[in-house]
């Protein structure tokens, strides 16, 4: 099985993608000079001597097993970590957020849990949520939509390009975060048969339903500390984010370990092609750093003392912009 | 029928903003006295020597009108518009937006439609697209949910606060704008039998697909001029939204004209109590200014100038933050 079979077309989705950007490009070239970064990662605008930016994301379908659950407050913290985890990979801070949920039903204890969520990410980045917008619609929306908006400031210069020589260190994700859930549910609900089961020893309901971590603080810090030269949060698109940080000139050679069960479990019953899933899901590892050999120790010691596990993936190489992955435990090498 | 007859429940979704009010608040003195205006209309923090604010409105069922007669331009139109009138009413200029579109299918050419409306409406408030998100969510969207972000700053000291003796200024609307469909959309398909009709004359997909005037340039212009007192975009709850700049000690009075025929159409058809029409619905009055009687003449110049119809509706006066209606069209007084 693959994404698309779950709805999810990524060159649709991708073309979508080009048809904003022409129209973006074209805009910000008639109002002049006060957008850098246009077509890159994140876009940003030059005002008040800063560079601010804004970013957008939502929880995804993982917000209908969520509240299956009952632990909706996962999804007001997910949609917090994932936009901050982001905007920290290019040297960003959280100024404020916003947020905006759309429900099929006016669910006051639903709609609590994910705020309190919300604050409690928002306590570790330390920003506020400045607004948000509620819309009850119900035939538009089944369940519940989660987004978040952010305010971001860039205070320290970070190109985030990995460099030749490069070690590549991962941290651990907790399981799935929030990526890939069109194709998780898919494979429960058809392949495995439902939610409420232990398979191969795993509670589905736990391994689902796990707040994505929060790398904002780790990131900024490793920054801070000029630890690292590249940061990618691996979200959609899997580890073919990682790709973002080597232009075209640099090649990632990684050896990555074999991922927590979970990942297995999908696999196996899903029949998901290994390069498939390392361009779905993050397969164990949230976030992927770049550093030079004399700041590994110092960077290892860092991620260990924000309570992660850090883990060498492998180095950065001449090349041509490549991922090649030497995935041992299935006896495949493979290129993203 | 109300409002509530076609699933909104301005009770419980008023419960809802009290619950993200309240941990919003706990947050914001924990972060310290950054934020300003929390709990009024337009919360917004202090940094770099600015006050910033974010908003955050989508435009709802419309959509799904827009989209059956290819007129989803429209729909990114009045996303910004809506955002831009309500931040314009608070002083806040608008810098930068960013938006979230979702989508049952990655329908790439409705999709075009939208961001091209988008781009129309920031090409006249002069603002940038930052960023944007697009989610492709079978199962969780039926049709599209288009929500924009908009990131404002206040350049100029405005209280927005109606003074007795005020004259109340309305600005015509073009029709329904972006409000009150739930209960537009019941009324056609229970009542009316459909949207491919005309009806006493009107054609509905004409009337029901109309933009959102964009009253953002004549609201800053009109503040900047000091040529009102306050300002109130008509939307969410119709003209309930007036009694936010009169305070607890001011009342207005006030004699609408007719309204346009859709609005007839709907109250007759989907037999719709008089008050539940102006709790709801613009009523053809898009925009509210209060203003002193020395600046009446120059304000309704700038009105015109700015191509739109001005309408005097009233004045203020000594009172209890009541809304004083006579709907002599209705042969009916009532208090809102």
Same mark, same amino acid.
């Given at each position: 099985?693959?994404?698309?079979?779950?709805?999810?077309?990524?060159? &649709?989705?991708?073309?979508?993608?080009?048809? *904003?950007?022409?129209?973006?490009?074209?805009?910000?070239?008639?109002?002049?000079?006060?957008?850098?970064?246009?077509?890159?990662?994140?876009?940003?605008?030059?005002?008040?001597?800063?560079?601010?930016?804004?970013?957008?994301?939502?929880?995804?379908?993982?917000?209908?097993?969520?509240?299956?659950? &009952?632990?909706?407050?996962?999804?007001?913290?997910?949609?917090?970590?994932?936009?901050?985890? #982001?905007?920290?990979? +290019?040297?960003?801070?959280?100024?404020?957020?916003? #947020?905006?949920?759309?429900?099929?039903? *006016?669910?006051?204890?639903? %709609?609590?849990?994910?705020?309190?969520?919300?604050?409690?990410?928002?306590? !570790?980045?330390?920003?506020?949520?400045? @607004?948000?917008? =509620?819309?009850?619609?119900?035939g538009i929306v089944s369940g519940k939509d989660v987004v978040c908006f952010a305010l971001g400031s860039?205070?320290?210069?970070?190109?985030?390009?990995a460099k030749e020589g490069d070690v590549v260190v991962g941290v651990e994700s907790n399981g799935l975060? @929030?990526?890939?859930?069109?194709?998780?549910?898919?494979?429960?609900?058809?392949?495995?048969?439902?939610?409420?089961?232990?398979?191969?020893?795993? #509670?589905?309901?736990?391994?689902?339903?796990?707040? =994505?971590?929060?790398?904002?603080?780790?990131?900024?810090e490793s920054i801070k500390k000029d630890l690292i030269n590249s940061a990618a949060h691996v979200t959609?698109?899997?580890?073919?984010?990682?790709?973002?940080?080597?232009?075209?000139?640099?090649?990632?050679?990684?050896?990555?370990?074999?991922?927590?069960?979970?990942?297995?479990?999908?696999?196996?019953?899903? +029949?998901?092609?290994?390069?498939?899933?390392? @361009?779905?899901?993050?397969?164990?590892?949230?976030?992927?750093?770049? =550093?030079?050999?004399? @700041?590994?120790?110092?960077?290892?010691?860092?991620?260990?003392?924000?309570?992660?596990?850090?883990?060498?993936?492998?180095?950065?190489? !001449?090349?041509?912009?490549?991922?090649?992955? +030497?995935?041992?435990?299935?006896? !495949?090498? %493979?290129?993203?």
């Amino acid at each position: 099985m693959r994404y698309k079979d779950a709805g999810v077309d990524l060159q &649709k989705h991708n073309n979508i993608h080009e048809i *904003a950007k022409m129209h973006v490009f074209k805009l910000s070239n008639e109002l002049g000079s006060i957008i850098g970064g246009v077509g890159g990662y994140s876009p940003y605008m030059r005002i008040f001597g800063r560079e601010l930016t804004l970013h957008v994301d939502g929880v995804g379908t993982k917000v209908q097993i969520l509240s299956k659950f &009952k632990k909706l407050d996962v999804a007001g913290w997910d949609c917090i970590a994932m936009n901050a985890n #982001d905007m920290a990979c +290019e040297g960003f801070r959280t100024l404020a957020f916003s #947020d905006y949920i759309a429900m099929d039903s *006016a669910d006051e204890e639903g %709609f609590e849990e994910i705020i309190k969520g919300m604050i409690d990410a928002l306590r !570790k980045v330390k920003a506020p949520l400045l @607004s948000g917008e =509620t819309a009850i619609m119900p035939g538009i929306v089944s369940g519940k939509d989660v987004v978040c908006f952010a305010l971001g400031s860039r205070e320290i210069e970070f190109k985030n390009k990995a460099k030749e020589g490069d070690v590549v260190v991962g941290v651990e994700s907790n399981g799935l975060h @929030s990526n890939g859930y069109s194709l998780v549910r898919k494979v429960v609900e058809e392949k495995i048969g439902g939610y409420d089961r232990e398979i191969e020893g795993l #509670d589905l309901k736990v391994e689902l339903t796990k707040p =994505t971590f929060l790398y904002y603080n780790l990131i900024i810090e490793s920054i801070k500390k000029d630890l690292i030269n590249s940061a990618a949060h691996v979200t959609g698109g899997g580890w073919k984010k990682l790709k973002r940080v080597l232009g075209e000139v640099l090649d990632m050679n990684l050896s990555p370990p074999p991922p927590p069960q979970i990942f297995e479990v999908l696999l196996k019953y899903g +029949e998901i092609p290994i390069e498939e899933a390392y @361009s779905v899901f993050n397969m164990g590892v949230g976030l992927v750093f770049t =550093t030079e050999k004399e @700041s590994l120790e110092e960077l290892i010691e860092l991620i260990e003392r924000h309570s992660f596990r850090p883990v060498i993936l492998g180095e950065v190489s !001449k090349g041509s912009g490549l991922l090649k992955i +030497e995935a041992n435990k299935y006896g !495949k090498n %493979f290129v993203l």
